[in-house]
């Protein structure tokens, strides 16, 4: 039961890992290159898209994680779930204290509502995404070092 466990919580981390990474290096830079306030537009959209998913899928992933340590404790790689499992807490902080309220605000922009200083904002969120998407990596790495 404890293999089958490990196999879903890394499936689960994983694909939200490449759904993360391919936000950042697949779907922004496409978003980025159409002409004037339509990748803003995109980012609306794909933002209340993923805004209602990525939040279960992340808190999901983190309860998996801690079932797996606490199921596990006496196994060797515990340490790594666990370390894991931190890191997974530290994007799950990211998300709610940097890149939610920055998502919140553009999800009801429009061309006619926009601040001013919009475009920086959604490059502050694109910044912090690339270091959760780091962080996310690490926690699966680690999950997949602890299969071994």
């Known amino acids: ?23 950042a290096f697949v779907i922004n830079p496409i978003l980025n290159a159409l002409p004037e306030d339509s990748g803003q537009l995109g980012k609306a959209h794909g933002g209340r898209m993923l805004g209602a998913v990525m939040p279960v899928w992340y808190i999901g992933s983190l309860v998996l994680v801690a079932v797996w340590a606490i199921a596990g404790w006496d196994h060797h790689g515990t340490g790594l779930v666990v ?19 920055i998502n919140n605000r553009n999800k009801t922009w429009t061309p006619e509502n926009r601040p001013a200083d919009w475009k920086e904002q959604l490059r502050r969120w694109e ?18 070092t602890a299969l071994v």
């Open 1 to 23: 039961m404890l293999n089958a466990l490990e196999i879903v919580t890394t499936v689960i981390v994983g694909v939200m890992v490449g759904v993360e990474f391919a936000v």
């Open 83 to 101: 370390t894991a499992g931190a890191l997974l807490i530290v994007s799950v902080i990211m998300s709610i204290l940097l890149l939610v309220p």
């Open 127 to 144: 910044r912090f995404h690339y270091v959760r998407v780091a962080v996310i990596i690490a926690a699966f790495a680690l999950l997949v």
